[in-house]
């Protein structure tokens, strides 16, 4: 293969496109859609686990103190400190407690003057090693803290994270799902766009063929029909992805509140863009390649 | 160089459309086959040029045994030999140039090259002020000079002309053999298929007579 096959394959497979524009603007319309609906699922699913591991990042235990226990605190520390995989330890007592409460009620905080005395428990914010975040450590640790039998309660952020996994999973199973549905309509729907292009071209190929044309050298051209089709495909569901995201966040910042801005819930990343445009020009590539055993026939 | 031996070809179980055909054309030789209409000489052409495969014997063409040919080396067989075939096969969508150049093209030769040698084609048929028509502008012994043109243009070492005068008036059929005649007369095996007696009386070649699928040469 030399530069003058390169441009013959391109100058024609755009001069197939161009003889059946319709067609391709349908093909290329479904390529987009199936697209952004994949990669829509890709950007949920990568935006969530990444929020996901910022929880586990934060996973941490809370043991509430009986308020029975009104000293000693140094020495419940070091010894909470003593067990395996906790890192750090933070007491919090009951005044603070009720001070972070207050102030997380803002201008609301009046009925608490009505209370005579102050509900909230003292506690220890127990801070753990990396590999002690599975559920299973986390269990075992906390069991070590009853024993003390100074507790009332212990709290671990670890369940809802654990939900939270379930649910990623499930999403994960439905986007692929939902995904490889559009895909393989994708693939179905480029094989007969290129079947078409190959009926409507039958007689230059059966003339290529006669004056000793290659196999490769007649494919090629629909082959980079298909690819070009993918790529545009690729490039008009990401820049549509681009513009919902823009309008979703646009819609959330105004709900200042849920504090999502576009640092912790980022657009995909250029690697990933890069794996979408790819998979797209191979997805053409292989509906394309489906339809050209019509053309060794004969 | 084109060799066959007892070679039978049937479409239809049992109906040999050629039968026990034994024949060598030389290379540098001009032949004619000849024979009714329905005898056998599209088929036999299109056995030369692996379009066909036929039902027992040996093909040799150009050093290939086509009797065992792999599917990879047809193009290559093919780009060997020149074919102007009985209905042209010219693409319509395209110019006179570009008809011609396609022969070129599937090469991966260059644009200029394609430009000099397309249009020393088109010279030598005698179409060159034309080379911007399309086929359909054309009349019909104007588009059977097209085709020759294609044919030709990569200097095949053998060149089959499958009635390249039919339907053509006495003049014209004369200017497209001198054409052949000149193709061959710079080595080019030329073997032309024909029905027209008339050209036969004018130019003295070897023949080949072709009737019923089978092959027989005047002594
Ligand atoms: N593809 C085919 N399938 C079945 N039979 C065929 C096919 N092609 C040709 N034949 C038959 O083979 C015989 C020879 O046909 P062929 O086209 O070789 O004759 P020809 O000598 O070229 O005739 P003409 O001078 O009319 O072109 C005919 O009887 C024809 O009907
Ligand atoms: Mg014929």
Redesign the pocket.
Known sequence: MNINQIIYFIKHSLSNIRHSLLVNFVTISTISIAILIFSSFVMIIFNLTNLVSKFEDDVHIVAYLNDDFVSGYENIKKNILKLNGVNRVRYRSKEQALAIFKSSLGKNDRFLDDIPHNPLPASFEIRLENDFKSKAKLKGIASALKTMRIFDDISFGQEWIEHFHNFLNILKVIGTAIGAGFLFAAVFIISNTIKLTIYARRDEIEILKLVGATDGFIKAPFLIEGIIQGFLGAIISIAALYVLYLMFLAKIQALSFVGINSTNMPFLPPKFLALVLLFSVLLGMVGSAMSLGEIIKG | MIQLYHVYKS??KGVH?LEDVSLTVSRGEFAFLV??????????L?LLFSA?SFTDGQVIVNNYNLANIRHKNIPYLRRSIGVVF?DFKLLNNRSVFDNVAITLEILGAGKNDIRRRVTKALKQVGLQYLEDKYPLELSGGEQQRVAIARAVVNNPSILLA??PTGNLDPDLSVEIMNILNDINAMGTTVLV?T?DKYLLGKFEKRTIM?NK?RVSEPI
């Open positions: 479409y239809l459309v024979g009714p209409s329905g005898a056998g000489k599209t088929t036999l299109k066909e009985q499958d009635e298929a029905h072709i699928g």
